[in-house]
């Protein structure tokens, strides 16, 4: 499966939120995945959901009012409050990553603009990939699925930045989706 990656879910929004998940590390080399969407309520923690089960990673459960159980919102919030241990904005994030995934092309274009306009330190070089996934709840978990296949593909090459473009077009044949994918540079 999966076998330790470290993955860290973010929020891309001039005041948003967003939380983070370290997860146990491969022996190897451990693929260090930030996944980011513009409102961090719903795909992105979606995909830190099901990552976190594909990883068996611990959550906390707390309890909260009864107030939106009809529209789906308590479902959304309680999954929310066992995943997030803190809130965290992406334009803030100083992780370096190997991979980093966005669930909407304007949110592509936002983060390859921040990493475009850092100061290159290390000049390691980061995947960013985008998904488009629509914002709501089927949607969300069928586009969590997608990532995490994604994920345990990427970690299982010998070289990813020989193998990625034709595996992005692999999965674009599967999925029927078009994936966006550019490099960046620490």
Known sequence: AFNGSRIVLLAWEPRGTSWALPCAAMPSSP????VVCSSNQNR????HNIL????GAACRDYLLPEAYTQNGILH???RNKRIKPRP????????????ILTCEE???DQVVEDLNSREQETCQPVHVINVDIQDNHEEATLGAFLICELCQC?????????EIDELLQEFEEKSGRTFLHTVCFY
């Open 52 to 55: 976190s089960v594909e990883l």
């Open 76 to 78: 959304m919030l309680d």
């Open 106 to 108: 304007r949110v592509y």
């Open 88 to 99: 965290e904005r992406f334009q803030n994030c100083k992780d370096i990553f190997d991979l």
């Open 31 to 34: 693929l260090r995945v930030a």
């Open 154 to 162: 990427i970690q299982h090459t010998e070289d990813m930045e020989n």
């Open 44 to 47: 992105s923690m979606e995909a």
